[in-house]
């Protein structure tokens, strides 16, 4: 059993590390609980101390990242068109790597800003301007979190487990 849940750890890290890029997956929550399979196995002691900070910061982390695209969106700009805009361009972008959420992204944005009001396109590039570096740095701050999350993983059962 607990070689499973070790394998479901591992996996839930690495799939957590894609899903800080991808908006379907959430990515800092799935990593989290690759970390609590880790600790629920025998071989590794249970650390409260550890499960609860990571715990702490994956929800933190995850309320910002609803928060700061938007914010980035608003503060040039944007409406809630832009950001729905943002998040359907990303998933149709998806289709089309490896670049194409990125492009998705700002395309969708630029059209979101567009539908609300489409004689300020100068205005709606602002604010896809805007909310494409809003997720930027959402996505970056996941990927760090996850990644961390994922060395964390790999150090305290290297550490821990005898294979």
């Known amino acids: 059993m607990d ?52 715990l702490l910061l994956t929800v933190i982390i995850s309320i910002l990242d609803y928060v700061i695209p938007a914010k980035g969106a608003k503060k040039f700009g944007g409406t809630k068109y832009g950001i729905w805009g943002t998040n359907i361009g990303l998933v149709i972008g998806l289709f089309f790597p490896p670049i194409g959420f990125i492009i998705g992204l700002f395309v969708g944005a630029f059209i979101g800003e567009l539908i609300y009001n489409f004689e300020d396109k100068k205005g709606a590039l602002k604010a896809a301007t805007g909310a494409f570096l809003g997720f930027l740095v959402s996505s970056f701050m996941k990927f760090m979190l996850c990644l961390s999350f994922l060395i964390l993983f790999l150090i305290v059962s290297i550490k821990n487990l005898s294979w």
Do not use: D, H, Q, R
Request: proline fraction near 8%; include cysteine; hydrophobic fraction near 55%.
């Open 3 to 54: 070689i499973i849940l070790v394998i479901l750890g591992l996996i839930c890290c690495i799939v957590g590390l894609f899903g800080s890029f991808l908006p379907a997956l959430p990515g800092p929550p799935i990593s989290w609980l690759g970390l609590l399979f880790l600790y629920l196995t025998n071989y590794v002691e249970n650390n409260y101390w550890v499960l609860g900070i990571t």
